[in-house]
């Protein structure tokens, strides 16, 4: 049943500590929130359960194919650059490889400041000889890096299928970012989800034990902190699946029921079925992966592979001029 949005017993967040984004999303004739917003604390712990689900392949993939030629990368990519680790969560992904890339620096980027923070004071503990530093920031839409970054021989690290999460025009900007900060000696080792079975793709997004649902629906615990709105999460369901026509995986939220959701200076009426963009993620021919990167001044120097080609790492090297 709808109400009338009251705000004055509630606390509130200022608006202006809010991105601008989240109100228009919320606003906008197809309602949307940025998967940025999937990745509070709590959102980034679901994550990691995620990973560990017999349904989401990506992970455990990109793992075999570190764990098979990780060597061949380290030969590749070299030892003792500056290792950016965008979207580092844990860390545990970089951390794999520092015996193998030996880096002078690592610097963890999340936007969930906390988390990758706790994350590195673990990791000092274990790469002692290491410099490291974290830096809690929303990458997606500017990479400003602070002059205790070395310049020199910047390895940007971008594991998993983020890149998925931008549209193929998004993508290629944010490469672009990427490279003007490489410099002329810098680089990128990146994972890239491949194009494979819908039955897959559905099954590693909307899981048996519905821990992708409990991630996806937290973000309206988030929302409603950032934005002192009230969404009921109760009323809310996960809904995941792969978009065959478009060449991505799509994740939801859909209203139960017709309800009100109100945050201060505003609200939303939503109808039963209504529902929420959350996320994307594009899956991408090799081919056309290697001709986004070409397109954005890098040269694909090396792919490596699983059997079953469902996934793949590639090391770029900053082209001679970028575009």
Not at 97 to 121: G, K, N, T
Not at 167 to 189: I, K, M, S, V
Not at 215 to 221: A, E, G, Q, S, T
Not at 276 to 297: C, F, M, P, V, W
Request: glycine fraction near 8%; charge should be neutral; aromatic fraction near 10%.
């Amino acid at each position: 049943m709808m109400t009338s949005c009251t705000t004055e017993k509630r606390e509130t967040v200022a608006s202006a500590h809010v991105p601008a984004e989240l109100y228009d999303g919320l606003n906008a004739r197809q309602a949307s929130i940025s998967p940025k917003f999937l990745y509070d604390a709590l959102g980034s712990k679901l994550f990691e359960a995620i990973c560990e689900l017999p349904e989401y392949y990506p992970t455990r993939t990109e793992a075999g194919i570190f764990a098979r030629h990780g060597a061949e990368i380290a030969r590749v990519a070299g030892q003792g650059a500056t290792l950016v680790d965008l979207g580092a969560g844990n860390c545990a992904k970089a951390a794999s490889l520092f015996p193998l890339l030996r880096p002078r620096q690592y610097v963890a980027v999340d936007i969930s400041s906390e988390f990758v923070s706790d994350a590195l004071a673990r990791l000092r503990q274990r790469f002692p000889a290491i410099d490291m530093q974290a830096l809690g920031l929303d990458f997606s839409n500017r990479l400003d890096l602070p002059a205790s970054v070395h310049a020199e021989r910047r390895l940007f690290f971008y594991p998993g299928s983020s890149l998925g999460n931008f549209t193929p025009p998004e993508a290629r900007a944010f490469l672009r970012r990427l490279r003007r900060q490489c410099g002329p000696d810098g680089g990128l080792l990146i994972g890239i989800d491949l194009a494979k079975d819908k039955a897959v793709l559905d099954a590693a997004y909307d899981d048996a034990l519905g821990v992708t649902a409990a991630f996806n629906l937290n973000v309206l615990r988030h929302v409603n902190t950032l934005l002192g709105a009230d969404f009921d999460i109760r009323a809310w369901r996960h809904v995941g699946f792969y978009n065959e026509a478009l060449g991505r995986v799509e994740m939801h939220l859909e209203a139960r029921s017709a309800q009100r959701v109100c945050w201060p200076g505003g609200g939303r009426d939503f109808a039963a079925g209504e529902r929420i963009h959350t996320e994307n993620s594009y899956k991408y021919r090799q081919a056309d992966a290697i001709g986004l990167l070409e397109q954005a001044g890098f040269e694909a120097s090396r792919v490596w592979t699983d059997p079953q080609r469902w996934f793949a790492v590639i090391h770029a090297q900053a082209a001679a001029v970028a575009e």
